[in-house]
């Protein structure tokens, strides 16, 4: 097995976390041999949600980064002030 990305990773203090159901197939592969420490998660799973009420548009744009007036039949991405950027389609 190639550990290109994990050449200078010290195996014994690092935690590989791989889907539930997989530990098995992780632990009798090669990452059995070179990581001791597998953890389970779900890979689904949401931790912890925030939603903001008062969260304003700041600026629109087209695909092609022109910046909009207002919504323009397309796809629109849309910077909100709490950072976020989305795609929005617009009919």
Do not use: H
Not at 16 to 40: A, C, H, M, Q, R
Not at 63 to 81: A, C, D, E, F, M
């Amino acid at each position: 097995m190639g550990y290109g990305v994990f050449e200078n990773c010290d195996a014994k203090k690092c935690t590989v976390y791989v889907p539930k159901g997989t530990y098995d197939d992780y632990w009798l592969s090669d990452f059995g041999y070179f990581f001791e420490n597998i953890v389970e998660y779900d890979p689904t799973g949401i931790d912890k949600t925030t939603t903001y009420t008062d969260v304003e548009e700041v600026s629109r744009y087209s695909v092609n980064g022109q910046r909009l007036v207002g919504s323009t039949k397309g796809l629109n991405i849309v910077k909100y002030s709490d950072g976020s950027v989305k795609k929005v389609a617009v009919e």
